[in-house]
């Protein structure tokens, strides 16, 4: 049973416009979420993140939105640079526990 | 200077061995982590150890043992290698006073043959 699901596995935009990438999650009881960024033959690379007490957080081009009630969240990317593309990890948890659960990704391809 | 280190990054091994990955950290954190991503792109938690005492461990089979000889450090040893164990490896780690935003490694790649 997945508990946190990307539902998109692909995603193409254009150069400069936004990338909206989605994120639903079932556990009422996580209070922490985070965003990856992958290359191939790379580990992942932390991008932002959000805490359930709040609903947006932004840092630079990326900014993510919590909605808790509809336990779903996403990144907006603004604007997409063709070096975005790469695999998305969305990942929720409960930061009491140190135990992280992470989407199955979403590839986005940034189109010069 | 590499944040989370891991090695070997690329290991073909054959069915029946033994094999270790060795992961360090050098960010100053408490916590750390195995995760593993199949053939289907699924990253799972396998472990995780806060300040070398094992706090998750994920009904992963016996065969893999992860060891932490301090904060820093920890490896996954895998005895018996089954074919099944092919995947990507990643360590991580984190800081329980940062949120527990979690930092990974570049991964390493086990074959089994």
């Known amino acids: 049973d997945q508990q946190v699901k990307q539902n998109s596995p692909s995603l193409s935009v254009q150069e400069g416009r936004i990338s909206i990438l989605n994120c639903d999650y079932t556990n009422s009881m996580f209070d922490y979420f985070l965003w990856y960024k992958k290359y191939p033959a790379e580990g992942p690379t932390f991008l932002i993140s959000?805490?359930?007490?709040?609903d947006k957080n932004e840092d630079g081009r990326f900014t993510v939105f919590l909605n808790k009630s509809a336990k779903h969240l996403s990144l907006h990317i603004v604007p997409s640079q063709p070096g975005d593309s790469a695999v998305y990890f969305c990942a929720a948890g409960d930061s009491g526990t140190y135990k992280y659960i992470f989407g199955t990704g979403t590839r986005l391809k940034v189109l010069a | 200077d590499t944040a989370v280190s891991q090695t070997p990054k690329y290991l073909v091994t054959q069915m029946g061995n033994d094999k270790s990955i060795k992961c360090e950290q050098n960010?100053?954190?408490?916590?750390m982590y195995w995760y593993k991503q199949d053939s289907k792109k699924f990253l799972k938690i396998m472990f995780s150890y806060n300040n070398k005492e094992l706090i998750i461990n994920e009904t992963v089979p016996n065969r893999f043992s992860p060891k932490s000889p301090d904060k820093a450090h920890l490896n996954l040893h895998i005895n018996s290698l089954e074919l099944g164990d092919s995947a990507v490896y990643f360590c991580a780690s984190s800081h329980t006073d940062s949120g527990n935003t979690i930092y990974f490694g570049e991964g390493s790649w086990l074959t089994v043959v």
């Open positions: 959000i805490s359930s007490i709040k």
């Open positions: 960010l100053g954190h408490d916590t």
